[in-house]
């Protein structure tokens, strides 16, 4: 009787503990939201007073939240999970449903996951069968789970402890996804929006929420769509620029570089989609933004210091920042087709992000201190960002991490901006 009640005393405790652990697992911040529910298979050893053996099913249904830039998680969620076991040397079941809550850490693969919930066993040996509560933790990795159970059964004479180690595999994290921190590449610009167009998969618009619920192929496949819809949106950015510089009577050498450059990301763009349809295994159509309309009353001073502006931060760093991270890229992925695709991405990249420079130069000569106004509140504002941690502990294969994004992003910051305060005499 001692032993029922100190049993029941510690259940509430851990029950307790479990529900703080769902409920933390809560972001504060959530920036969206999607709904997965995730089949898993698993086989399971039961350790403790007996030793038991069997293989289950289970289910979890979770919402799964995908957090701000500045959030501590990649991606966590809280749902409901339902489970069978079949212990085969007793030749009986345990059910068990509940609530279950995690997250994955920002630049840690291992997500944690915890449930808690009801459990009912059949008669196992000289112990009848009984209801009881449940606690777990469990990880996912590729498409490995591992969790680890306690259970604690009243069988009429008392709460029977027991731990169980289960060993299972899923299509996917029940917990999904980190969002898509994809780059924007040089997109046309509207104030400070980017101008982009839709990708469709066979007739259906690709939203970006998809990542979240795709298999580890199709979310390479959805990463190498939108890829190409960034490259898409390039095209007329590269037209605008060779327009801008013709109206402001730039060197006839930096209209026909920004011209090559359009033709550049053209194969980019059918490059990118064709590595999408691929892995998606479905047809796929990439849409270019229309052009831009040129500013009819823009006075020269200000267009040239807009080039200066657009150049430093989409293609001094934007691009600069692109060839670095397509050729990081290029020395992890295993396919020969997409490795010498990002190889010559990266080799293109390399000479648009120089053509930005030439055309900062040009400008900022050319338009005086108002230019070099706008570039040096630019360069203070690139530093400003510098911080920001980026989303995505989570590594699409193929993909770099967050860190590996961050780290090269940084480095072609620090780098870009003593290149310009060598080039103004001052670094
Ligand atoms: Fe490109
Ligand atoms: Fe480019």
């Known amino acids: 009787m001692k032993m029922k009640r100190r049993w029941a005393k510690g259940g509430q405790v851990l029950t307790a503990a479990a529900f703080i652990g769902v ?79 995690g997250y994955r850490p920002q630049d840690n693969p291992l997500e944690r996951d915890f449930e808690v919930g009801w459990v009912w066993q059949g008669a196992v040996c000289d112990q009848p069968a ?78 970006r929420r998809d990542l979240s619920k795709a298999t580890t192929r199709a979310a390479i496949g959805v990463q190498w769509a939108e890829a190409a819809r960034a490259e898409a949106a390039s095209i007329p950015a590269f037209v605008a620029l060779a327009r801008d510089l013709q109206t402001a009577q730039a060197p006839a050498d930096l209209v026909r570089r920004a011209l090559v450059a359009v033709a550049d990301e053209v194969r980019h763009a059918q490059v990118s989609a064709k590595i ?88 900022t000569q050319k338009g005086g201190t108002t230019a070099l106004d706008a570039v040096a509140e630019a360069v203070a504002e690139s530093a400003a960002r510098a911080g920001v941690a980026p989303v995505g502990g989570y590594r699409v294969p193929g993909d770099l991490d967050g860190t590996a994004k961050a780290r090269i992003a940084e480095a072609v910051r620090v780098e870009a901006v003593g290149r310009w305060r060598r080039t103004l005499g001052t670094g």
């Open 23 to 101: 409920v933390a697992t809560t972001p504060a911040k959530a920036a969206q939201t999607d709904f997965i529910a995730m089949p898993g298979v698993f086989m399971n050893i039961t350790f403790g007073e007996r030793w038991n053996f069997g293989f289950g099913l289970d289910l979890h249904a979770t919402f799964v939240f995908k957090t701000s830039e500045d959030d501590k998680f990649a991606t966590s969620g809280v749902g409901l999970y339902a489970q069978a076991t079949w212990l085969i040397a007793s030749n009986t079941a345990r059910y068990s449903a509940g609530l279950h809550g």
């Open 130 to 207: 009984g209801h009881g509560i449940q606690i777990g933790f469990s990880t996912f990795v590729l498409f490995g789970d591992v969790a680890l159970r306690l259970t604690l059964i009243d069988g009429g004479d008392g709460w029977m402890p027991e731990g169980h180690l289960a060993l299972g595999t899923r299509r996917q994290s029940r917990l999904g996804l980190p969002r898509w921190e994809g780059s924007e590449g040089r997109p046309q610009r509207d104030g400070q929006t980017a101008l982009m167009g839709r990708v469709f998969v066979r007739g259906c618009r690709l939203k």
């Open 276 to 363: 999408a349809r691929r892995y998606l295994g479905r047809p796929l159509a990439v849409e270019v933004p229309n052009l831009h309309p040129a500013t009819s009353d823009e006075t020269s001073v200000h267009l040239l210091s807009r080039l200066a502006v657009e150049s430093w931060r989409d293609g001094c760093l934007g691009e600069g920042i692109e060839a670095v991270r397509a050729a990081e890229r290029g020395k992890i992925t295993k396919s020969r087709y997409v490795r010498a695709s990002l190889q010559t991405i990266a080799r293109e990249e390399a000479t648009h992000a120089e053509l930005a420079w030439d055309v900062l130069i040009w400008a």
